[in-house]
Nanobody, 121 residues
Framework: QVQLVESGGGLVQPGGSLRLSCAASGFTFSNYAMSWVRQAPGKGLEWVSAITSGGGSTSYVDSVKGRFTISRDNAKNALYLQMNSLKPEDTAVYYC??????????????WGKGTLVTVSS
C-alpha cells in the first residue's frame, strides 16, 4: 500500500533552516507529482509547493517563494523541502502528498501523517 513518511521537523529559531524529507513506498514514485501541504495551529490546510514527476517543474505559494525549495530523488523514492529564512508564521504540521498524475493537477490522493515545524525564539 502507499506510504508517505515525513521526517525532519523540529524546533528552529527565526531565520534558521530545516530540511524536510518524505520517504515514499507502495507505488512507482517517479510517475507521480508530489507536493507539500501545511496546517498551522488552529488554521486550515495550505498548499506550499509541488513538483512534477521528473522534477523539471516546480511551484510555490507566494509566501515561501525564494525561501523554500522543493526537490526529489526518484532513485531514492524521496521528496524534500529545504526551508530557509524561517519565520514564526511557517509554524505548522507539514504533510507530504501524492498527486494522481505526473503533473500537479487532478488532485492529491495520498497524504502522510505529517511532521511538526515550530519556528520560535
Amino acid at each position: 500500500q502507499v506510504q508517505l513518511v515525513e521526517s525532519g521537523g523540529g524546533l528552529v529559531q527565526p531565520g534558521g533552516s530545516l530540511r524536510l524529507s518524505c520517504a515514499a513506498s507502495g507505488f512507482t514514485f517517479s510517475n507521480y507529482a508530489m507536493s507539500w501541504v501545511r496546517q498551522a495551529p488552529g488554521k486550515g490546510l495550505e498548499w506550499v509547493s509541488a513538483i512534477t514527476s521528473g522534477g523539471g517543474s516546480t511551484s510555490y505559494v507566494d509566501s515561501v517563494k525564494g525561501r523554500f525549495t522543493i526537490s526529489r530523488d526518484n532513485a531514492k523514492n524521496a521528496l524534500y523541502l529545504q526551508m530557509n529564512s524561517l519565520k514564526p508564521e511557517d509554524t505548522a504540521v507539514y504533510y507530504c502528498t501524492k498527486y494522481r498524475s505526473s503533473w500537479y493537477r487532478y488532485g492529491m490522493d495520498y497524504w502522510g501523517k505529517g511532521t511538526l515545524v515550530t519556528v520560535s525564539s
